[in-house]
């Protein structure tokens, strides 16, 4: 078996042959969105090409997009150990996912219940939980420690009383990284009869999610941000759907997805679940896979040695980062702390707006953002809002350590100037 090679699996990314004055482009944006391997270029261009028809249809382009709508169902379903294919649902994104998930728990609300939220969440995990407050709920907040980043366990403690009913946490930062105790979150919850929700948006390209290990009731995530096109998936469980009410137009027989689907995007989903899957299938036996063998072992493997390898790159980056004279690491800058946090690092450096660094990165062809991508409340928390936010490094698995040196080389020198 060949192994982890990410200079390999990057020949399959178009994007990453893009070149800025003359030199490879470093695509450290994946935060934002990651990059798609070519299988899933193809698969929605395929699917818009030869079976593009609405679905329950009786000819042969609708039953091949009833068959894709099954096969990203099952797909999702692997990559979160899904109890049930039919437990998952898409939609445009995470965020119209959350809302309308939201309202329908907010339908089932007394005046005086709680609603937990965090300081670290990005605010598509925040404000459509808030809004519940003109329904009469009351919303407590859990606080940060900001030294590191990580959430308060007091202030956790506190927030889950007895009048809990909802619980919406995020896996991982998308601003600073921190990986959140998302089980023993779940737990206390469940422990006052309220429900969890998770945003493992930012956490998926980076981390194998087990719906049932963690105990959640419900998780959502974005296929554009490991390796897919625009799409939001929510898995739910069955009991919990079925107990709330629907809004939705009278003759849909679907109690979350409103409308026709993204067809060809669910084509793209099932090839960007592929594309991780025939990563593991080239790793050695074991690295934590489960016995079942299938599709879900080889997600095992794969993101065992995906985890392993940004793990290095992060290291990498957090020790030069910490030699650069006036750039300061957001968030947990321990290098022996790295299973606590994903590889998206954000930096500030004196005498340069995040906005400064971020456009003289740009313009040697070295992709990162600024800002507070929409984790408002974090970036406030830290006394940041009104300087810009900071500038995230976002590494995935296809960045490599000799761009990990040349950004460093590059805000090295930015620092120098400032």
């Given amino acids: 078996m060949p192994g982890f090679d990410p200079e390999r699996l990057r020949t399959q990314f178009p994007a990453l042959a893009m070149s800025v004055a003359g030199r490879p482009a470093v695509f450290l944006d994946g935060p934002g969105g990651t990059q798609v391997p070519q299988r899933v270029i193809d698969a929605v261009a395929g699917h818009l090409r030869a079976h593009n028809a609405n679905s329950g249809g009786a000819f042969a382009t609708s039953r091949n997009t009833d068959r894709v709508i099954e096969e990203a169902r099952a797909a999702l379903a692997d990559l979160l150990h899904a109890p049930s294919p039919s437990e998952v649902k898409f939609g445009a994104n995470m965020t119209q996912l959350t809302f309308g998930f939201s309202r329908a728990v907010g339908a089932t609300l007394e005046p005086g219940d709680e609603v937990v939220v965090t300081t670290l969440d990005h605010e598509a995990n925040v404000s459509p939980w808030t809004a519940l407050a003109e329904r009469g709920a009351v919303i407590r907040t859990v606080d940060i420690r900001p030294e590191d980043c990580t959430l308060d366990p007091d202030d956790l403690d506190r927030a889950i009383g007895p009048r809990a009913r909802v619980v919406a946490v995020g896996y991982a930062s998308n601003a600073v990284g921190t990986i959140n105790d998302v089980a023993a979150i779940c737990a206390r919850a469940r422990a ?110 794969a993101m065992a040695a995906i985890a392993a390898h940004e793990a290095a790159l ?31 690092v954000a930096v500030t450096m004196a005498g340069r707006s995040p906005r400064e660094v971020a456009e003289t990165l740009g313009a040697e062809g ?21 300087s810009g936010g900071v500038v995230r490094l976002g590494l995935v698995h296809y960045n490599t350590q000799a761009e990990v040196d040349r950004t460093l080389v590059a805000l090295e020198r930015i620092a120098a100037q400032a």
């Fill in 192 to 301: 006052v009869g309220a429900l969890s929700y998770v945003d493992a948006v930012h956490y998926a390209p980076h981390g194998l999610i087990d719906v049932q290990r963690l105990g959640c009731d419900a998780l959502v995530c974005s296929t554009y941000k490991f390796f897919g096109p625009h799409l939001g998936a929510l898995w739910v469980r069955d009991a919990l759907l079925q107990s709330l009410p629907a809004y939705k137009v009278r003759p849909a027989e679907d109690r979350v997805e409103l409308g026709t689907l993204n067809h060809e995007g669910l084509a793209g989903a099932v090839a960007a679940v592929d594309y991780l899957a025939a990563i593991g299938c080239e790793q050695p036996e074991g690295s934590g896979a489960p016995p079942d063998g299938g599709r879900r072992a080889a997600l095992a493997r």
């Fill in 366 to 386: 070295i992709f990162v953002w600024d800002g507070d991508f929409y984790a408002q409340a974090l970036i406030e928390r830290l006394g940041l809002g009104a």
């Fill in 314 to 344: 992060a290291r990498r980056l957090l020790e030069g980062l910490a030699a650069i004279p006036g750039v300061r690491v957001h968030g947990i800058r321990d290098v022996g702390r790295l299973a606590q946090r994903v590889p998206t």
